[in-house]
């Protein structure tokens, strides 16, 4: 914005005052005013550009009810679409989501980052069970999963047992994401 004389021209050929400018790098202006006598002078503006901040976030996947930390960097300050303002943020999402935050540096310029949270499903695993004769030998098994781990340490997804009192069979299934979930 120049002020003293009553018309302006800009170096640039421009005649606004105030004469709106958007450089990409430090930029002088001269303006040159004119009062109502004719007369002339001269005056130049800088117009710094401060650069804008790389924001960076991590994306990751989890399994369905577990927790992700999301890490932002590349600011001083950041606010997430959420409302949450810290760098590193713990979300807890029941289906994939995509969070943005917006970092800002010193100079007060910013920049926006996406992360992805994949969310895997939980296996749905299935076990079979049954009622049996003191003596006699029953098949426990197990579907749904990848690889198992039974409550007695076994690791097939099919086994025999002959128990001589009623027993709870307990299996945790992980599929092929990792994800875990547990039938009895």
Known sequence: TASGGTSYLWNTGATDNPYIVTPTIATNYKVTGTDANGCSNTAQATVTVNALPTITVNSTTICNGASATLNAGGGNTYLWNTGATSNSYLVSPTATTIYSVTGMNVSGCFNTAQATVVVNPLPVVVTNGGTICTGN????????????????????????????????????????????????
């Open 137 to 184: 030998i029953i098949n426990v098994s197990a579907s749904g999963a990848n690889t198992y781990i039974w409550n007695t340490g076994a690791t097939l997804n099919s086994f025999n047992v002959s128990p001589t009192v009623s027993t709870n069979y307990f299996v945790t299934g992980t599929d092929i994401n990792g994800c875990k979930n547990t039938s009895q």
